[in-house]
């Protein structure tokens, strides 16, 4: 089954993409070290938005596409971590692999997203896991709000294999996020935790859809979102478990920590569950930080503001500490400056 | 006659309530209606309709403006499915005797063999409160012990409280639920025809459920009841509404609307037992307000019907108000159970409690589809909502669709949901103590709903558990 994924993007890739960014890692193959790919976008030049404007085109041709694909041969084990860059927060020295350049033109306004101002960029994230591989993957991205997002991701695992999965979006322009993970192979096991950011009018939608079709199949993902302003996240969680997926023990949870009167979570946690030999549950809370909590820090000398902020961290924190420990005290920052955390009444 | 006998033993009622439903519940009397409308809804079966009943013109007005929405809005896209509904080929009216009686001797014998049968007479016999005894649309048996009619609670069918009380009526008809919410309030509101009118006066106490049994009776024949419940400050109430209807080979269809006001203060209880025969369409708009410091809680258990679409409603309109809803849905052979909850929280210290519980078994579908909503700038919210559901074999599903939409601060929302089959350790824990397989499991099913069964009155606790061991029948080995 070596490289079909590959062959299939090939394909599929539309005329526009750069060149398809492949991670292929062969049969019982074990890396210990951590393979980073670093996918930059940049601003557009001012020529390109000036022909943009002038004549209407295909909305495919302005799309700002890029595919990634991560294939595991059988019992291969590896580590990789994906992250989204915006070419100003990018310096040359802090990203780790060759950096993909590309450059994004103004796009027309989507029925879907709200991209009026912004700039669209598409990503579309293939991995697959074959018999008895293992992989640890961590997704960060946190773009700028010039820019939009429309996140497409699919893993399928084979017999055996067990995919860990750590997501963190701190995206500040709109963005759609949509995952769908197949459980495939009869023992297959997903791991996954989301750490989600948003303040100010950031608008974002996360679809997770976790399909069980092979017996005995395990599954956990926990998703967890703190929102300031009038940000507006949504999350849909879904189980899926097929008449074929017997002995299947799945959870999904969501919380939501919501952090200033007007900002707005939901939540659509789901199962569908078509066989009875199964143990599905999920569950979802939402609510601002607790006062016994703060009333506690404020007592040990923080003032309010310092307070809600370890909250917040701390909330993160059991999603973000998955991580490598230097980028889980970077993400800590980024987590702390995309939510505004040191500062008042900062948005536009 | 021996069936008459049988059923005046009220232990033997108890054993053979819900035994084999076409037996039982299946026999259709022969049609005696006085006035019956044409089949398929135009403007002059409304007005036939309003006619018969002697309406205000007023109340003409609303059905019509209703049939207007009735033809205009679209169907549902979401939930069941709807597509053998035939709107045209059902009868929406149809009258059974020339007046309501109050006395159980004067009435027809076939009408009262069939109560006899559902064991009316025994539930007034165990002094049960006033029981409205619906047959076909329209109240045909009503009685009000004398101490609730000194206390001022009005008990009555909705056409009676228009005639008697027209102010009430008017001032609260189609609030809660107004025509254009959706197409079936929009078809009730139009062809509405009996169902019950309470209302209790300020700080008066209803210190037993107020009862109605509801029962369809001619095949394709819609029944579109009307309930409108008012607590007053300080009062409180507890209703119960049971369902049974024969079995007929063509759908049916049940489309109610139940509105209810908790004043200030108040404190109402609606419980429903919805046991309708396999080939009904039961497609309910049910909401309350709850104004103040009022307590509202639904109570709702669907065993019956082909489809049922139901999701009991709380506003929360006034700070320190408090809803509860507690639901199971029993789906079996062929029957999709789409039920759940709605809670809006639109005023500060408000709180809410959804549990509901789910069974499918045989291939059945059962989904809770829930809301819970928080709007900004409230403080002090908290709501809680519980779904737990039991799959009894492989080829059954259960779904979960909850909604949680949050935007205050000051909200702490929790929900939690799981889907399991019988759990192997209890089935052996209860065989190795001499249980047989099925008993055992039956026994597990009942302690699974215990938690609704409980707030029944006797009675209906009794059945529902009857009910649940005649559903399981067979299910295990």
Same mark, same amino acid.
């Given at each position: 089954?070596?490289?079909?994924?590959?062959?299939?993007?090939?394909?599929?890739?539309?005329?526009?993409?750069?060149?398809?960014?492949?991670?292929?890692?062969?049969?019982?193959?074990?890396?210990?070290?951590?393979?980073?790919?670093?996918?930059?976008?940049?601003?557009?030049?001012?020529?390109?938005?000036?022909?943009?404007?002038?004549?209407?085109?295909?909305?495919?041709?302005?799309?700002?596409?890029?595919?990634?694909?991560?294939?595991?041969?059988?019992?291969?084990?590896?580590?990789?971590?994906?992250?989204?860059?915006?070419?100003?927060?990018?310096?040359?020295?802090?990203?780790?692999?060759?950096?993909?350049?590309?450059?994004?033109?103004?796009?027309?306004?989507?029925?879907?997203?709200?991209?009026?101002?912004?700039?669209?960029?598409?990503?579309?994230?293939?991995?697959?896991?074959?018999?008895?591989?293992? &992989?640890?993957?961590?997704?960060?991205?946190?773009?700028?709000?010039?820019?939009?997002?429309?996140?497409?991701?699919?893993?399928?695992?084979?017999?055996?294999?067990?995919?860990?999965?750590?997501?963190?979006?701190?995206?500040?322009?709109?963005?759609?996020?949509?995952?769908?993970?197949?459980?495939?192979?009869?023992?297959?096991?997903?791991?996954?935790?989301?750490?989600?950011?948003?303040?100010?009018?950031?608008?974002?939608?996360?679809?997770?859809?976790?399909?069980?079709?092979?017996?005995?199949?395990?599954?956990?993902?926990?998703?967890?979102?703190?929102?300031?302003?009038?940000?507006?996240?949504?999350?849909?969680?879904?189980?899926?478990?097929?008449?074929?997926?017997?002995?299947?023990?799945?959870?999904?949870?969501?919380?939501?920590?919501?952090?200033?009167?007007?900002?707005?979570?939901?939540?659509?946690?789901?199962?569908?569950?078509?066989?009875?030999?199964?143990?599905?549950?999920?569950?979802?809370?939402?609510?601002?930080?607790?006062?016994?909590?703060?009333?506690?820090?404020?007592?040990?000398?923080?003032?309010?503001?310092?307070?809600?902020?370890?909250?917040?961290?701390?909330?993160?924190?059991?999603?973000?500490?998955?991580?490598?420990?230097?980028?889980?005290?970077?993400?800590?920052?980024?987590?702390?400056?995309?939510?505004?955390?040191?500062?008042?009444?900062?948005?536009? | 006659?021996?069936?008459?006998?049988?059923?005046?033993?009220?232990?033997?009622?108890?054993?053979?309530?819900?035994?084999?439903?076409?037996?039982?519940?299946?026999?259709?009397?022969?049609?005696?209606?006085?006035?019956?409308?044409?089949?398929?809804?135009?403007?002059?079966?409304?007005?036939?309709?309003?006619?018969?009943?002697?309406?205000?013109?007023?109340? &003409?007005?609303?059905?019509?403006?209703?049939?207007?929405?009735?033809?205009?809005?679209?169907?549902?896209?979401?939930?069941?499915?709807?597509?053998?509904?035939?709107?045209?080929?059902?009868?929406?009216?149809?009258?059974?005797?020339?007046?309501?009686?109050?006395?159980?001797?004067?009435?027809?014998?076939?009408?009262?063999?069939?109560?006899?049968?559902?064991?009316?007479?025994?539930?007034?016999?165990?002094?049960?409160?006033?029981?409205?005894?619906?047959?076909?649309?329209?109240?045909?048996?009503?009685?009000?012990?004398?101490?609730?009619?000194?206390?001022?609670?009005?008990?009555?069918?909705?056409?009676?409280?228009?005639?008697?009380?027209?102010?009430?009526?008017?001032?609260?008809?189609?609030?809660?639920?107004?025509?254009?919410?959706?197409?079936?309030?929009?078809?009730?509101?139009?062809?509405?025809?009996?169902?019950?009118?309470?209302?209790?006066?300020?700080?008066?106490?209803?210190?037993?459920?107020?009862?109605?049994?509801?029962?369809?009776?001619?095949?394709?024949?819609?029944?579109?009841?009307?309930?409108?419940?008012?607590?007053?400050?300080?009062?409180?109430?507890?209703?119960?509404?049971?369902?049974?209807?024969?079995?007929?080979?063509?759908?049916?269809?049940?489309?109610?609307?139940?509105?209810?006001?908790?004043?200030?203060?108040?404190?109402?209880?609606?419980?429903?037992?919805?046991?309708?025969?396999?080939?009904?369409?039961?497609?309910?708009?049910?909401?309350?307000?709850?104004?103040?410091?009022?307590?509202?809680?639904?109570?709702?258990?669907?065993?019956?019907?082909?489809?049922?679409?139901?999701?009991?409603?709380?506003?929360?309109?006034?700070?320190?108000?408090?809803?509860?809803?507690?639901?199971?849905?029993?789906?079996?052979?062929?029957?999709?159970?789409?039920?759940?909850?709605?809670?809006?929280?639109?005023?500060?210290?408000?709180?809410?409690?959804?549990?509901?519980?789910?069974?499918?078994?045989?291939?059945?579908?059962?989904?809770?589809?829930?809301?819970?909503?928080?709007?900004?700038?409230?403080?002090?919210?908290?709501?809680?909502?519980?779904?737990?559901?039991?799959?009894?074999?492989?080829?059954?599903?259960?779904?979960?669709?909850?909604?949680?939409?949050?935007?205050?601060?000051?909200?702490?929302?929790?929900?939690?949901?799981?889907?399991?089959?019988?759990?192997?350790?209890?089935?052996?824990?209860?065989?190795?103590?001499?249980?047989?397989?099925?008993?055992?499991?039956?026994?597990?099913?009942?302690?699974?709903?215990?938690?609704?069964?409980?707030?029944?009155?006797?009675?209906?606790?009794?059945?529902?558990?009857?009910?649940?061991?005649?559903?399981?029948?067979?299910?295990?080995?």
């Amino acid at each position: 089954m070596s490289g079909t994924i590959l062959e299939t993007l090939k394909v599929s890739s539309r005329e526009n993409a750069n060149d398809v960014a492949a991670l292929l890692f062969p049969a019982h193959s074990k890396s210990s070290d951590l393979k980073r790919l670093d996918i930059v976008i940049s601003s557009p030049a001012s020529e390109t938005l000036t022909g943009a404007q002038q004549e209407p085109l295909e909305p495919a041709k302005y799309e700002q596409y890029r595919e990634i694909a991560i294939e595991l041969e059988a019992e291969a084990e590896a580590a990789v971590l994906v992250r989204f860059w915006a070419a100003e927060s990018a310096s040359q020295d802090r990203l780790a692999s060759e950096p993909v350049r590309m450059q994004a033109p103004r796009l027309p306004r989507s029925k879907n997203l709200d991209t009026s101002g912004s700039l669209r960029f598409t990503t579309s994230l293939h991995i697959r896991l074959a018999a008895h591989a293992r &992989l640890n993957l961590s997704v960060l991205s946190n773009l700028p709000s010039s820019f939009s997002r429309e996140a497409l991701s699919h893993a399928i695992l084979g017999e055996g294999a067990v995919l860990t999965w750590t997501n963190v979006v701190f995206d500040e322009g709109n963005g759609l996020y949509t995952t769908r993970i197949e459980l495939e192979g009869e023992g297959s096991e997903l791991n996954f935790a989301g750490a989600y950011g948003a303040r100010c009018t950031t608008e974002g939608e996360h679809v997770l859809s976790i399909h069980h079709t092979a017996p005995h199949g395990k599954s956990r993902t926990i998703l967890k979102s703190a929102l300031k302003d009038s940000a507006h996240l949504a999350f849909r969680g879904l189980i899926h478990v097929e008449n074929t997926a017997r002995g299947t023990d799945a959870y999904l949870a969501n919380r939501n920590l919501v952090l200033e009167d007007g900002a707005r979570a939901e939540s659509f946690p789901q199962l569908k569950i078509e066989t009875d030999d199964v143990a599905c549950s999920h569950g979802a809370t939402t609510g601002g930080p607790r006062q016994e909590e703060l009333f506690y820090l404020m007592s040990r000398g923080l003032d309010r503001a310092a307070a809600k902020n370890m909250l917040v961290l701390g909330h993160l924190g059991s999603v973000l500490n998955r991580l490598p420990s230097d980028l889980a005290e970077e993400m800590e920052s980024i987590a702390a400056s995309a939510l505004g955390l040191d500062e008042q009444g900062s948005c536009i | 006659m021996n069936t008459e006998s049988a059923a005046l033993q009220p232990d033997a009622s108890i054993r053979t309530i819900g035994e084999g439903y076409a037996e039982r519940f299946g026999f259709s009397m022969p049609n005696r209606s006085i006035v019956k409308t044409s089949q398929g809804l135009t403007e002059e079966t409304v007005r036939a309709i309003s006619k018969t009943k002697d309406e205000p013109e007023w109340m &003409l007005r609303f059905r019509l403006r209703a049939l207007h929405l009735f033809q205009t809005l679209p169907m549902p896209t979401w939930g069941a499915n709807l597509s053998q509904l035939e709107f045209g080929s059902m009868t929406y009216y149809s009258k059974p005797t020339e007046s309501a009686q109050n006395s159980w001797d004067a009435l027809p014998l076939d009408i009262k063999s069939t109560y006899e049968r559902l064991g009316v007479p025994e539930a007034e016999r165990k002094f049960l409160a006033g029981v409205g005894a619906q047959y076909d649309s329209e109240m045909v048996y009503h009685n009000i012990r004398e101490d609730l009619k000194k206390k001022g609670i009005l008990f009555s069918d909705v056409e009676t409280a228009v005639r008697e009380h027209p102010d009430l009526v008017k001032r609260f008809f189609g609030t809660v639920v107004p025509p254009d919410d959706n197409k079936f309030a929009a078809l009730n509101s139009a062809v509405w025809s009996g169902g019950s009118f309470v209302y209790v006066p300020p700080g008066v106490h209803v210190d037993i459920p107020l009862q109605a049994y509801f029962r369809v009776n001619s095949q394709a024949f819609g029944q579109f009841e009307r309930t409108l419940i008012i607590a007053d400050e300080g009062s409180f109430v507890h209703y119960i509404e049971g369902c049974t209807a024969p079995v007929f080979s063509k759908d049916s269809l049940h489309s109610a609307v139940v509105e209810i006001i908790a004043l200030p203060n108040s404190r109402i209880r609606y419980s429903t037992v919805q046991n309708w025969s396999s080939n009904m369409y039961n497609l309910v708009t049910k909401r309350a307000f709850a104004y103040d410091n009022a307590i509202m809680e639904w109570v709702d258990g669907n065993i019956g019907s082909k489809v049922t679409m139901k999701y009991p409603a709380i506003f929360l309109m006034g700070p320190g108000a408090r809803g509860e809803v507690l639901s199971i849905a029993f789906a079996g052979n062929g029957q999709e159970q789409d039920t759940g909850a709605k809670i809006f929280h639109f005023a500060s210290n408000t709180s809410s409690v959804i549990t509901s519980k789910s069974i499918s078994k045989d291939g059945g579908t059962a989904s809770y589809r829930g809301l819970v909503k928080v709007e900004a700038g409230l403080t002090n919210i908290k709501s809680k909502v519980e779904c737990d559901a039991l799959i009894l074999d492989p080829h059954s599903r259960s779904n979960t669709y909850p909604t949680m939409d949050i935007r205050s601060e000051q909200a702490t929302m929790e929900h939690e949901a799981k889907v399991s089959k019988i759990s192997e350790e209890q089935l052996f824990y209860l065989m190795s103590r001499g249980l047989s397989e099925e008993e055992a499991a039956i026994m597990i099913v009942n302690g699974f709903i215990d938690p609704l069964v409980k707030e029944l009155p006797m009675e209906y606790a009794v059945e529902l558990n009857r009910l649940i061991e005649l559903e399981m029948e067979g299910s295990v080995g």
